[in-house]
């Protein structure tokens, strides 16, 4: 059962002090000022301040007849009352002052782009329109699961573009870490399947992963799991990862939700569990276009703030409609920060008093990466180098096979003692002939009495 927010119905009443024809009529002592200011009754106005009579227009005034007028002239006398406009300061001594203790953040895949990671819906650069070769009935028809069951290769050169061969977090994914470090974060609620969440070092009972996960998956046909380094190293192969039980063949798919499908109960659990005490809801990087994630927003009654490119307040679609939601910003308990999901983080970081904390943990934390990554990459290039070796019978090390190559060597060039034997009778023999024919020519072996004697004839 998705969740649904209350609708919010606002309630019609007619103007006070009014007769029948919907005129008021002054009496003796009030004509003079009724002459002087009277406009027709405003019913939304006037509902929204029950304490402000707003006069209604007199018979021959010919002011009510103008409505940009009469709207200039209901703000004037409404200033005053209505409430001052949230703003990102506020927001951060919200947080300083304790006040926010229990923050939701939610986010989209506008939070990752500068990982290196495509958003979906950019034109010309989002994962959608990468997809454009494949001739799909429409771009979202990479997560239908009927379609995936007849065409996965799509899916699959989507999912390589979701998992680059150096993925670290962004700015923002530590900033929602530096929150739950400082005992401020509730929960976050995300829609991306990247696990950079994790990879961030945000702890697993704090992320709700709405439209699921990478970390496991599924064959289709006979439900054998898979980890997530088995399929992204078929998926980096350009292979297509297919179940290797037995008779089975199936389709192995990453256990994110796909459309129609429900979503994870986690996510209904804890929105249950965290909505009423949440007291601040910060929303990066998503457009909201996405039921039922999107709904979380108008189930809260906080001060709330949007860090995005676009406004995503004005996005609620007929679904959110039909489910009573409003779509209209209440600037009052809301801030939009236009901008990328990095910088409103750390203009939110300066505010608090926290950007050296924010850069420092993104310098560490990456340099471990980095260093992790190394070393993975220099074992994953001995394991090939291995691999090649055993092939071509050599052992890495310069052990077995190349130890017995440098043997090979050696016997060439020192022959062992049973071959010196056997070559002894032949040396021999050979040595005898050549002293025989040095002696009668009066040489001597080692160029010594034969090269005198003739020296000495010479001479």
Not at 384 to 394: D, E, L, P, R, T
Not at 402 to 424: G, N, R, V, W, Y
């Amino acid at each position: 059962m998705e969740p649904v927010a209350p609708g919010m119905k606002k309630e019609e009443t007619q103007p006070t002090g009014s007769d029948g024809d919907g005129e008021q009529q002054p009496n003796k002592s009030q004509s003079k000022q009724a002459d002087r200011q009277s406009e027709p009754a405003e019913p939304s106005h006037a509902d929204e301040h029950p304490e402000r009579t707003v006069p209604v227009q007199t018979k021959g005034d010919s002011a009510g007849s103008d409505p940009a007028l009469l709207e200039k002239k209901v703000e004037e006398m409404t200033l005053e009352e209505k409430p001052a406009e949230l703003t990102l300061e506020a927001i951060a001594a919200s947080i300083k002052e304790g006040k926010a203790k229990n923050i939701i953040v939610m986010t989209g895949a506008g939070i990752s782009t500068a990982a290196g990671i495509p958003d979906f819906r950019s034109p010309g650069t989002g994962l959608y329109d990468q997809l454009g070769s494949y001739n799909l009935p429409s771009p979202t028809s990479v997560f239908e699961l009927d379609y995936f069951m007849e065409h996965p290769e799509p899916f699959f050169h989507l999912t390589k573009q979701l998992w680059p061969a150096s993925l670290k977090p962004t700015v923002a994914h530590y900033f929602i870490k530096l929150l739950h470090d400082k005992g401020l974060l509730l929960r976050c609620f995300t829609q991306n399947i990247d696990t950079l969440d994790h990879v961030a070092g945000l702890p697993a009972d704090k992320i709700v992963e709405a439209h699921g996960t990478f970390a496991t998956s599924h064959c289709l046909k006979c439900q054998e799991q898979y980890s997530q380094d088995w399929v992204k190293e078929k998926v980096h192969s350009d292979e297509l990862p297919v179940c290797e039980k037995e008779n089975c063949g199936g389709v192995v798919k990453p256990d994110v939700v796909f459309f129609g499908e429900r979503l994870p109960s986690r996510f209904f659990s804890m929105v249950d569990e965290d909505l009423p005490i949440c007291d601040l809801l910060i929303v990066m990087g998503t457009s909201l276009k996405v039921q039922p994630f999107a709904s979380i927003v108008n189930r809260v009654t906080c001060q709330k703030l949007y860090i995005n490119l676009e406004d995503p307040r004005h996005q609620m679609d007929f679904l959110s409609l039909m489910m009573g939601l409003s779509s209209e910003p209440d600037n009052s308990k809301e801030v939009f920060l236009q901008d990328t999901c990095d910088d409103g983080c750390q203009k939110l970081a300066n505010l608090l008093g926290w950007r050296d904390q924010l850069r420092k943990m993104f310098k560490d934390e990456h340099k471990i990466l980095e260093d992790k990554l190394a070393k993975a990459t220099s074992s994953a290039i001995k394991g090939k180098v291995s691999k090649i070796q055993a092939s071509s019978g050599k052992v890495p090390g310069n052990l077995d096979g190349a130890k017995s190559q440098q043997e090979d060597k050696k016997l060439k060039k020192t022959p062992d003692s049973s071959h010196a034997k056997k070559c002894t009778p032949k040396r021999d023999a050979i040595k005898g002939k050549v002293s025989k024919t040095q002696a009668s020519s009066g040489k001597v072996p080692g160029n010594l009495d034969g090269a005198k004697s003739k020296q000495e004839d010479k001479n």
